[in-house]
């Protein structure tokens, strides 16, 4: 029973992708290590980028969905002048 083995006598860090083996000393071992510290500030920066990225492309996407839904339903509203945005948003807001 392989998983059962590796479940039981080792542990996954996630931060560094290894294996180590799963008792205290060497956990704590691994964990005080400057290489253990080092990818896990980088995992943290890796995520908290991650989730600002994701952040802009959805505003950025919403943006967009308005501005095409705003030409869709006020066509010439360049010539025309500002568009009634409220009006507008309602009848979108479907
Ligand atoms: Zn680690």
Do not use: Q
């Amino acid at each position: 029973m392989a998983d059962y083995w590796v479940s039981r006598d080792k542990y996954f860090c996630k931060y560094c992708k290894i294996y180590i083996a799963d008792d205290k000393p060497s956990r704590i071992h691994h964990e005080t290590g400057l290489r253990h510290k080092g990818n896990y500030e980088r995992y943290i920066r890796e995520v908290y980028r991650k989730g600002m990225t994701d952040k802009k492309d959805r505003a950025h996407e919403a943006r967009e969905l308005a501005r095409v839904e705003a030409v869709r339903f006020w066509p010439g509203g360049a010539s025309l002048g500002p568009p009634p945005w409220g009006a507008l948003l309602r009848c979108a807001g479907r």
